[in-house]
């Protein structure tokens, strides 16, 4: 039982990590935009942390 919940433990900080990596790529992918006005308006977006977007998941 110890081992399944050290495994959910992992599993759930990996998933926290990857969105993260997926959020400071989508971040790059915006400040290589070669227009000033399209680059700000992209850095300026919502970004979710992890948790708020596991949040949001929960209430659907």
Do not use: H, W
Not at 11 to 32: A, F, P, T, W
């Amino acid at each position: 039982m110890k081992n399944i919940f050290i495994s959910a433990i992992f599993v759930l900080s990996g998933c926290s990590s990857i969105y993260d990596n997926l959020q400071m790529i989508d971040k790059n992918r915006c400040e290589k935009i070669p227009s000033p006005s399209e680059r700000q308006e992209c850095l300026t977006q919502e970004r979710n942390t992890y948790d708020e977007y596991q949040k949001y998941l929960d209430k659907k």
